[in-house]
Nanobody
Framework: QVQLVESGGGLVQAGGSLRLSCEAS????????MAWFRQAPGKEREFVAA????????AYGDSVKGRFTISRDNAKSTIYLQMNSLKPEDTATYYC?????????????????WGQGTQVTVSS
């Protein structure tokens, strides 16, 4: 089992930016995909972005396309989520997740390992 540790959350004004990080406890393998999900109080978990670890191909949820960017650093076993033009509706707890498959998926059920989450609050 891989431990995932998120960081970088906080409070930011609408229009601002934050960068989240997720470090894996051990070196990730090329056959993995990793993703970011978020969940706001009273709402269902929402897919944010995913990345294929080997090729770096990405996928995004419709609500964040053009504003968020997912990336990875192989040497650091870390993925990032650069969030720009933040809106109050982006307020949520953000989780990173790992899937033991190179195929990106927007379904949380396809991911086997999850971080503890980091809170992002966007004020209006």
């Amino acid at each position: 089992q891989v431990q995932l540790v998120e960081s970088g959350g906080g409070l930011v004004q609408a229009g601002g930016s934050l960068r989240l990080s997720c470090e894996a406890s051990r070196r990730t393998f090329s056959s993995y995909a990793m993703a970011w999900f978020r969940q706001a109080p009273g709402k269902e978990r929402e897919f944010v972005a995913a990345i294929n670890w080997s090729f770096g191909s990405t996928a995004y949820g419709d609500s964040v396309k053009g504003r968020f960017t997912i990336s990875r650093d192989n040497a650091k076993s870390t993925i990032y989520l650069q969030m720009n033009s933040l809106k109050p509706e982006d307020t949520a707890t953000y989780y990173c997740a790992l899937r033991p498959s190179p195929v990106k998926s927007p379904s949380g059920a396809d991911y086997t390992d999850w971080g503890q989450g980091t809170q992002v609050t966007v004020s209006s």
